[in-house]
């Protein structure tokens, strides 16, 4: 099959869908590689590049579209590139389903066939075709880095002679991919961040990354597994107390990026104007879901204003162009992976397999049909339900619980001597005198050794090491005890015992040891 990437029409779009390092790969699955003249300029890939990798590069849009099978696009194309498919042919690239009915009609009519990007399912196997995080992972990078060269400060805290410089305090608003990002580029430049999500296994996260959940109880919080690891509408009352979680943070926090999306709706507000009126002048809000109305009520798409109050309000949609060649690295990787699932024999024929979860929910056209929005998913979206939080116990509680502990160990340890003398005097009342000699060196041996090596504190051997070495030290007690026998036999045996079990009782800790040495810090 012919494949070839058109130049991105999209006023300040840098991006292209094929890299030459990506056609490379392409073309080892049997396919011809096409480029627009002057596609990958932008991105700081040139014609000659392409040309030095195997690519035919060709002078127009129109003879591109005429040339190829399948077309790799960044921006969803527009109407005049979906008039130009022929039936049967392939476009691959973002397309908003939800938002462009009128388009998905006109592709029905021209029998083309649609893999929308976009809706590409959150399931393990799909994560390498996930262009909607690869993009996301630099937005929220990107937004971090323009938040810094629109405000006045540092982000980490100094102290120099000239003065005391506090660290700057970030919140972030979604922990999604693009949010995690953020997260990791502010907490790495210093700053003190804050994060909140309606997804409360996402804590976990945020937390290992050094940043502060703000946990908000409520029963309303959401399971991320059941919408594809993506938040999902929230009730009211739960929205009632976001909004005012977000209205106590906002005189404190100097830089506030938002990135709370949900699939094919308008993103929902979350910072009011009220909000914008309470932070300090010359805070900056990054708004990441300007593309779809933006999460804060005065955001306006690919625009920085400057409130009243002095507060910066930056709703760039263009983030991941802004850092075109990376951002069509990785994109072009995602097209390859979902065009490598598309040639299942790698003998450069595409297989459109409506069978397979992965194709099935992108495909937004087929033959000449709609076939958005799809089905539900043979198998769950990627995400983990949260350990439910249990509070804390208060120390009486505490205390309690180890009293009645302690109280029942004794209970239970009375109970076992009890029954261990009882079980004496019935052998010893019928047993010869030979067998108890020996069998009251058998117990006193097993309770020794068990004392002994069991009351060693844990963090020096594992569970099962402490079993080990609790059989090694019943062992050499009990041989010790027969050495004054006289048999030399009886000796030779117990004198291989004592040092066969001491072997195994040292080398167990010097191997522990050597394992502890490894957590300590140099």
Not at 58 to 83: G, M
Not at 331 to 347: F, G, Q
Not at 358 to 382: C, D, M, N, Y
Request: charged residues 20%.
């Amino acid at each position: 099959m012919r494949i070839g990437s058109p130049k991105e029409v999209m006023p300040g779009e840098a991006r292209v869908a094929m890299t030459p390092e990506s056609a490379a790969q392409l073309q080892k699955l049997g396919h011809e590689c096409f480029i627009e003249s002057g596609a990958g300029a932008p991105a700081r890939f040139s014609d000659t590049d392409y040309q030095a990798a195997g690519v035919t590069v060709v002078d127009s849009a129109k003879k591109l579209f005429d040339s190829v099978d399948v077309i790799a696009k960044v921006r969803p194309p527009l109407d005049t590139e979906v008039k130009r498919m022929k039936k049967g042919q392939t476009m691959v690239g973002f397309f908003d389903p939800a938002g462009n009915q009128p388009l998905l009609e006109l592709a029905k009519a021209r029998e083309a066939n649609i893999i929308a990007m976009e809706m590409v399912p959150r399931i393990s196997r799909a994560q390498k075709m996930d262009a909607l995080s690869s993009m996301a992972n630099i937005a929220g990078y990107r937004a971090v880095i323009e938040a810094g060269n629109n405000f006045g400060r540092f982000f980490t805290g100094q102290v120099t002679a000239a003065g005391k410089v506090p660290p700057a305090k970030v919140l972030v608003v979604g922990a999604g991919v693009a949010g995690l990002a953020a997260i990791g580029t502010a907490q790495s430049l210093g700053a003190i961040v804050r994060a909140f999500d309606v997804r409360p296994e996402v804590a976990e996260q945020i937390e290992s990354m050094g940043a502060e959940f703000l946990f908000l109880d409520f029963e309303d919080s959401q399971d991320g597994a059941s919408t594809g690891g993506y938040a999902a509408p929230s009730s009211p009352e739960f929205r009632e107390k976001q909004l005012a979680l977000f209205l106590e943070q906002a005189p404190e926090v100097d830089i506030v990026i938002t990135t709370a999306l949900i699939p094919n709706r308008e993103a929902p507000e979350l910072w009011t104007r009220e909000m914008v009126a309470a932070m300090k002048s010359g805070s900056v809000i990054v708004d990441l879901a300007a593309e779809k109305g933006g999460n804060c009520k005065l955001t306006v798409a690919d625009e920085k204003i400057v409130t009243d109050n002095g507060v910066t309000i930056i709703g760039y949609t263009d983030f991941p162009s802004r850092m075109a060649a990376q951002a069509s690295t990785l994109y072009a990787t995602n097209i390859r992976h979902m065009i490598t699932d598309l040639t299942p024999n790698k003998d450069g024929e595409i297989v459109h397999d409506m069978e397979d979860d992965v194709i099935r929910s992108s495909t937004v056209t087929f033959s000449g049909e709609i076939t958005f929005p799809p089905p539900p998913l043979k198998v769950q979206a990627i995400a983990s339900k949260a350990a439910p939080r249990v509070p804390e116990k208060t120390p009486e509680e505490k205390a309690e619980e180890q009293a009645a502990a302690m109280a029942k160990s004794g209970r239970q340890q009375t109970q076992l001597l009890v029954i261990g003398a009882v079980l004496m005097g019935l052998i010893g009342f019928y047993a010869p005198a030979d067998f108890m000699q020996h069998f009251i060196v058998f117990v006193l041996a097993v309770f020794v050794g068990f004392q002994v090596i069991w009351g060693v504190a844990h963090s020096l051997h594992t569970p099962l090491m402490a079993i080990t070495n609790a059989i090694s030290g019943i062992i050499i007690v009990g041989a010790l005890l027969q050495l004054d026998v006289q048999n030399s036999l009886v000796q030779l045996l117990a004198g291989v015992s004592v040092l066969i079990a001491t072997i195994n009782i040292v080398g167990g800790f010097m191997v522990t040891r050597r394992m502890l040495q490894m957590f300590k810090k140099s």
